[in-house]
């Protein structure tokens, strides 16, 4: 009876170190989802981000300045990303969304590169050229003009 008391308040004990040491982590946002909750926070001072901790080996996600993704980007693809959360990793900018999966209620934060967010946007002005460029224009040899 004694041993299984030692072992219930032993766990107790561990579990509470365990919740406490997860409690008190420091103010610098390390997941992209503390990160997304500082970035689409109302409060001025939760969107500002914290220096970089020296000897961290996990990324380090910051809150970008306006300015910051405005020199990045050029107008085309900064109206692309305006339904994007701008976000830090490392000093890499990031574009994040939030996603629920097909058949799932839990939602995914998504984050794709600058080159990647390029790449779409190039790729979808490409394909809405080509698609207005086939807009009345006859693919077929055969009784294309109509008339004959």
Request: hydrophobic letters at 35%; one cysteine or more.
């Amino acid at each position: 009876m004694n041993a299984r008391r030692a072992c219930l308040t032993l766990g107790l004990i561990t579990c509470s170190t365990w919740l406490v040491a997860c409690a008190s982590g420091g103010s610098q946002p390390d997941t992209a989802t503390a990160a997304y909750s500082a970035a689409t926070s109302q409060d001025p001072a939760a969107r500002q981000a914290a220096a970089p901790a020296n000897g961290k080996k996990k990324p380090v996600w910051t809150v970008p300045t306006e300015e910051e993704v405005a020199a990045a980007l050029e107008k085309k693809y900064l109206d692309a990303a305006k339904d994007f959360v701008k976000l830090k990793k490392d000093g890499e900018l990031r574009f994040c969304k939030r996603y629920r999966e097909i058949g799932s209620s839990i939602a995914r934060i998504n984050c794709i590169t600058e080159s990647e967010l390029r790449t779409q946007v190039d790729n979808m002005t490409q394909y809405r050229d080509e698609m207005r460029n086939k807009m009345g224009k006859c693919t077929r040899d055969v009784l294309c003009g109509g008339g004959g």
